[in-house]
């Protein structure tokens, strides 16, 4: 999938990119947006995506790796195998192929699902664009005409207090905010400090559960909720910028301080 590739190597200023610079520093968030192998987790979350959204390329994004014993020389042999045919493509186990199965009956079964699926008319959505002179980019699960927006979730608990709970974790509302700006749902998008309206947006995730009962929720994120996460894009986009501009000069970065930081102990260390 050309498209995709072309997505990735692009370098821009992305949700993800922001999620991490303001979870961490720009230093870390520039190691993480680095090209890796991912973790089983996230192999498994991209082939779902990949059957609810990309049916008809499954096999050209996914592979199943065989099951064979690779201590042995025919099991060897069949793996390698495999490898020089699946090259370019994520690799799932068949367990996670029978997980995913399961994963999207129950999703196809969610009458909520079934709307926005029906109601988006594009999958897979990117745009590229400029803020504040600096290259940007937004790559959107689906998306609809009258500001409508959904992100797709892999979770252990899609219940609406652990999923509020990973939301906040996982700053998706500023994920859903980023999109709603490369959308211009909410006006101007090459302007980062500029106040948004978010009222009109209808930002949607759909969590799926990645265990059996395979539950699933969808959550509408609310018009606070949206505001506060571009406050977070606005912040995170502000270190990003100052982070490259020092790069530029030759200025020494450091993800924390170039000072010596006094330290105290927690109030739970305390006798």
Partial sequence: MEHKTSYYDKDAISASLLKAVTKQSPVHAEERMKPSEGTPATRLGTAFHASILEPEYWKDLIAVSPVCDRRTKIGKEVYAKFLETSEGKTIITPDQDQLIAGMLASAKAHPEVQRLIEECYAVEFQ?????????????????????????????????????????????????????????????????????????????????????????????????????????????????????????????????????????????WAGI
């Avoid at 059996?212 to 909720?225: D, I, K, M, Q």
């Avoid at 100052?242 to 330290?263: C, H, N, R, W």
């Fill in 127 to 267: 745009t590229f664009f400029e803020v504040d002179g600096m290259d940007c980019k937004a790559m959107i699960d689906m998306c609809g005409d009258d500001g409508t927006i959904v992100d797709i979730k892999t979770c252990q608990d899609a219940s609406p207090e652990a999923f509020k709970r990973a939301s906040a974790n996982y700053l998706y509302h500023l994920q859903l905010a980023w999109y709603a700006n490369a959308m211009t749902i909410v006006g101007d998008k090459e302007s980062i400090s500029e106040k948004k309206d978010f009222s009109k947006v209808n930002a949607y995730i759909i969590a799926v559960e990645n265990t059996a009962p395979f539950g699933v929720a969808v959550y509408r994120f609310s018009t606070e909720a949206l505001e506060l996460g571009w406050i977070l894009c606005q912040r995170g986009f502000k270190v990003w910028k100052e982070y490259k501009m020092s790069l530029a000069v030759g200025e020494g970065v450091f993800p924390y301080s170039d000072t010596v930081l006094d330290l105290d102990l927690p109030a």
